[in-house]
């Protein structure tokens, strides 16, 4: 595509300011609430995350799309964000194992898509006032597009769950593996699934609203609560799971909306984060160790620091180093932990790969 022959387009944020940019691909509208990622490379991971959905992503990296894009790069079967805001997009691509073009994926998939964004003028707006919903648009009735973007319900309080979890439980890995575990689909991403399987584990991965019992048929050595997108407290019946979980003390590992579900079962609540994070270099320091990571992020909320404290029943075993908010819990008298980033992801490389072997190695001593 020429970039003479790409129509204006606009961000257009909840309380009325306008940023322009260009469209990529397909006219038309997207909305959602705007969150951007400070990750340089990963986009197709990103793009994919099911912890996205409902969101317009904001690349703060320079180019998108110029390694294109690879099938093995995926974390779930399709796009999972709203939209995507740039500041130069790459129409050709020069990695030699790509499959296609950035642009001839988001045409197959229907992405709505903005590039030529003044993206650092965006991120340091949403730093002071705070993530909100926006809506990117060709359309040029500024009217008719607030008046959407009103209709765009908040992220506080949305079940988002249900749209990206399973509606069939399926199977992944070895079944001849030496632990069986019971997964909980709340927007599982697929190297979570290839951590395990790889760790001698054969998986079965159950819808959202699964019960305790379903699960526990499948006669699992563990349990597992996944990331995924949207406010973690109307999850009722994954904080059911959680419970009965606990209550057994059966191991149970948990991470992003998992850890956030682990919390409110017991009474611990979470809250809606000013900007949220998200990006592959966020500093995390493992306070029983001591020892720090570099860390894979993406979250809108997060878990109350200070009732952790104060809880009887849990200890605090990661702090980001930023901000000071929870990063990871565990309890003290049950097989329980979970943490509030993406070990699968491993930016550091591998620094925090070993709370999947922490997960096998609770698994085994509870066989024992």
Known sequence: ????????????????????????????????????????????????????????????????????????????DSIKISG???????????????????????????????????????????????????????????????????????????ELASKVSVKEAYYFGDEQATYKISALDLGIKKNILRNLAKRDCYIKVFPFNATFEEMNSFKPDGFFLSNGPGDPEPLMDAQKVASEIIKHDLPLFGICLGHQVIALTNGISTYKMHTGHRGINHPVKNVISGKGEITSQNHGFVVNKEEVEKHPDFEITHIHLNDGTLAGMRMKNKNCFSVQYHPEASPGPHDSSYLFDQFIENIKASKK
Do not use: W
């Not at 003028?121 to 909100?132: E, Q, S, T």
């Open 84 to 158: 995507l805001i740039c500041k130069n997009f790459s129409f050709n691509f020069s990695r030699t194992n790509a499959q296609d073009s950035l642009e001839n994926y988001f045409e197959k998939q229907n992405l709505m898509a903005i590039s030529d964004v003044d993206t650092r003028a965006v991120v340091r707006y949403i730093r002071d006032k705070g993530a909100m919903n926006a809506i990117i648009s060709t359309e040029t009735d500024i009217e008719a597009l607030k008046e959407k973007l009103n209709a765009v319900p908040d992220m506080k309080g949305l």
């Open 1 to 76: 595509m020429k970039y003479t022959q790409r129509k204006k387009a606009i961000l257009l944020l909840a309380d009325g300011t306008i940023f322009e940019g260009k469209s990529i691909g397909r006219d038309g509208t997207a909305f959602g609430e705007i969150c951007y990622n400070t990750g340089m490379t990963g986009y197709q991971e990103i793009f994919t995350d099911p912890s996205y959905f409902g969101q317009l992503m904001l690349a703060t990296t320079a180019h998108i799309g110029n390694y294109g894009v690879n099938e093995e790069e995926i974390e779930s």
